[in-house]
């Protein structure tokens, strides 16, 4: 279900949170919305979700206007709010029982015991929240948001707090989704490998501002194809620093001989260097970090396809 | 992404001509049969607000503080009841209820919203298809069932002491009572909810409800008292002041049932205002009505 965002501003008091934004997400696909904090994303999943209302522009969710819909639009999106939490003195069956039963969905079909075991957390359904994890809790978050088999499910931070065990499962659920499904994921995330593990596509905001949006793989590109070669040296430094010189850019960063050159030029910096010299090596190709930083130093945004547009200015702000 | 798929993610997918699943969930949507009728969503919360009272041992807690107090009362001035010992009990309970009654149910609901959304319970709860509204009066109406049948056993235990102590002569005097203090505690569980709604923070709520007993139950019938004596008011005005308070509403519905012209304070005065008992019931009802209906207004506009 494609979800269209149209020029929208939202501002509280004199805090400009969203200004004119516009972009498409398109249906099927798992979308990250990254941003430092502040930049606008978990404003724009509020009024994804219905919580609150654009000042001007508009977001539609699968040709439905959500402004229209109001709480309504919530059938089609499932949202997993960055805050979420449960009463402590229920189970996690009980509480997907009353999320069951709140989308007037039969809570005896064996749903609810089917997204357990999707998130992994069969064995812990009839223990109280009390004593879930933090991981837990998330994972029990997820269950619900998916109880009502959405079509787009909207995943605030869905990470924050987790353990890397914990954050591991919660890439497997949400790739298993991504794989078995035809649900459109939005998620946000400070974590920009994570965004760039479970993403097709991005849109970086800051300050309320669009800055880029895009397939990650674009985005990347855009911020340039070369690689970075590290190398660590065995014994003989100075040799190896002789080995690599007129290779690209060198500099030496801490323990470690770091050479930016371009892709075809590693493969032969990394046969012409003696393995005698080197103790380790690794090689770096272009992250979405870099296309991260790139976006938040424009003064527009920036489309994949590498084409710039001004940001829409908006009069009286 | 499959093209092919419809969404499953409960564990499995179906295959092709899947559209329909979405095209289904639009149509329940479009006939309000795509999530929960609002009167079933209201009795979930409802539900799930009476187990939480239940397990969290509020249901217990407030048993036991009307039992005691109310059995505690009752037996101290069982020795000077004579004949009419219903009504003198029933005089005595509603002095004690006054004070107690509001404390209780103000502890009872002033986190009602506020500390749902500490916990983050609210935050999940909004995420659902429902109208904000009907969350709060789900919640309210749930543990209003609570403090009710508290109310009503730790109070009632007293009325049974009573009837096996004086038969049933004048026990409707104290069925009465019983009715005006639960409806006194949903009054006073009512501006809670409210002030759960308003409170940015569970301790903001906490203290603005400790500033609402301290008013209705105290400040309120002083001033009262007051103004009647240095100004001559007429008896609207006078009817007007009673019915800006609860507790003057309990008061005078307990007292008239009691056929009494007077107890001490305020209610002396609002005995002679002319305000019949189905006046007085409709107003404590408008009390109970009349905060609800603003939380779940405030809390459409609550930013979470």
């Known amino acids: 279900m494609q979800i269209t965002i149209t020029d929208v501003h939202k501002r509280y008091g004199d805090v400009v949170a969203l200004d004119g934004p516009s972009f498409e997400i398109p249906s099927g696909s798992t979308f990250g919305v990254l941003g430092t904090n502040g930049a606008g994303k978990t404003t724009l999943f509020e009024l994804l979700v219905g919580h609150d209302r654009p000042d001007s522009g508009t977001i539609e969710v699968g040709g439905l206007d959500v402004e229209d819909a109001g709480h309504r639009v919530r059938e089609r999106v499932a949202f997993l709010p960055e805050h979420a939490g449960f009463p402590a003195a229920l189970t996690g069956r009980e509480v997907l029982d009353v999320h069951a039963r709140m989308r007037g969905l039969d809570a005896g079909d064996g749903r609810i015991g089917d997204v357990l075991e999707t998130v992994g957390l069969a064995d812990a359904a009839d223990r109280a929240v009390s004593g879930y994890s933090n991981g837990m809790g998330r994972r029990l978050g997820l269950a619900a948001a998916l109880l009502g088999e959405p079509p787009v499910l909207v995943l605030d931070e869905p990470t924050a707090g987790l353990d890397p065990r914990g954050v591991a499962t919660f890439h497997g659920i949400v790739e298993r989704i991504d794989r078995e499904t035809d649900a459109t994921v939005v998620l946000s995330s400070h974590v920009l490998s994570e965004v760039e593990r479970l993403c097709e596509e991005v849109a970086i905001l800051e300050a309320g501002e669009l800055r880029a949006v895009g397939p990650v793989d674009e985005l990347r590109t855009a911020s340039g194809d070369g690689v970075t070669v590290v190398l660590r040296p065995a014994d003989d430094r100075a040799e190896l620093l002789d080995a690599v010189q007129g290779r690209g850019a060198v500099t030496e960063s801490g323990a470690v001989i770091e050479v930016t050159c371009e892709r075809d030029a590693a493969f032969d910096l990394l046969s012409a260097v003696d393995s005698a010299l080197v103790d380790r090596f690794e090689v770096r190709e272009p992250g979405l970090e870099a296309a991260f930083h790139d976006a938040l130093a424009t003064d527009g945004d920036r489309t994949g396809d590498g084409q710039s547009t001004e940001v829409a200015e908006v009069s009286g702000r | ?304």
């Open chain 2, 1 to 304: 992404m499959t093209d092919d798929t419809v969404p499953r993610p409960d564990g499995g997918y179906a295959s092709a001509g899947s559209t329909d699943v979405t095209t289904e969930r639009d149509t329940r949507a479009a006939d309000g049969l795509g999530s929960g009728k609002w009167y079933r969503q209201l009795l979930v919360v409802a539900g799930t607000e009476y187990r939480l009272a239940i397990r969290g041992r509020w249901a217990i807690a407030m048993t036991a503080i009307f039992t005691a107090f109310a059995l505690g009362l009752t037996t101290f001035s069982g020795s000077s009841v004579g004949p009419e010992g219903f009504e003198r009990t029933v005089a005595s309970l509603a002095v004690l209820a006054v004070y107690l009654v509001p404390l209780v149910a103000l502890a009872f609901s002033y986190d009602a919203v506020v500390g749902r959304e500490e916990s983050g319970w609210l935050h999940t709860l909004f995420a659902l298809p429902v109208d904000r509204a009907l969350i709060v009066v789900g919640t309210a109406v749930g543990r209003a069932v609570v403090f009710a049948g508290a109310a009503i056993i730790g109070f009632g235990a007293a009325g049974f002491f009573l009837l096996g102590e004086f038969g049933t002569t004048g026990f409707d005097v104290y069925a009465s009572f019983l009715l005006a203090t639960v409806g006194l505690g949903l009054v006073f569980l009512a501006v809670g909810v409210l002030v759960s709604a308003l409170a940015p923070e569970k301790t903001h709520a906490l203290g603005l409800s400790l500033l609402a007993w301290a008013w209705f139950v105290l400040v309120h019938d002083l001033l009262g008292l007051g103004v009647i004596a240095a100004l001559d008011l007429t008896d609207a005005a006078v009817s007007a002041m009673l019915l800006a308070n609860p507790t003057g509403i309990f008061r005078a519905l307990v007292l008239g049932s009691l056929g009494a012209a007077g107890d001490a304070g305020f209610a002396a005065v609002l005995a002679e205002a002319g305000l019949s008992t189905p006046v007085l019931a409709a107003a404590l009802l408008a009390w109970i009505v009349l905060p609800i209906a603003l939380a779940a207004v405030a809390v459409r506009r609550r930013r979470l």
